[in-house]
């Protein structure tokens, strides 16, 4: 009578997992996906930057800043890439092109240690 118990608990339990688990890992695969688009826009904004495209940079540093927000995670290096990422746009917007490069630059390193 115990072994049967026993079993159908493991059974519930198994069962648990294996519907629960595809349903937490999708949201944290969506949550890395908009990190690793944020880490690719800001990797663009720096290359635009180097080149002396502020107006680029600011375009790339923006579409970087929308992932990084939508990533919707509590990550120290997540809030450090939000802020870089702000400033890029903000020295783009005033045509600082080094400024821009510089923290989207910053921006992206951040990105890349979320986990």
């Known amino acids: 009578m115990m072994s049967r118990i026993l079993r ?3 059974l519930v339990c198994g069962v648990g997992m294996l519907v629960g688990a595809p349903a937490l890992s999708s949201s944290a695969l969506a949550g890395n996906k908009h990190v690793s688009e944020a880490v690719e826009h800001a990797q663009g904004a720096a290359s635009h ?3 002396g495209h502020a107006d680029a940079c600011v375009q790339h ?3 970087a800043l929308k992932h990084a927000t939508a990533a919707g995670m509590k990550n120290p290096h997540l809030e450090e890439g939000v802020k870089h ?3 890029a746009v903000k020295h783009g917007k005033a045509g600082h092109a080094d400024a821009c490069t510089e923290h989207a630059e ?3 390193t951040h990105l890349a240690e979320v986990k």
């Open 8 to 10: 159908s608990a493991m």
């Open 85 to 87: 990422l702000t400033e």
């Open 106 to 108: 910053g921006g992206a």
């Open 49 to 51: 930057g180097k080149e």
């Open 61 to 63: 540093a923006e579409e």
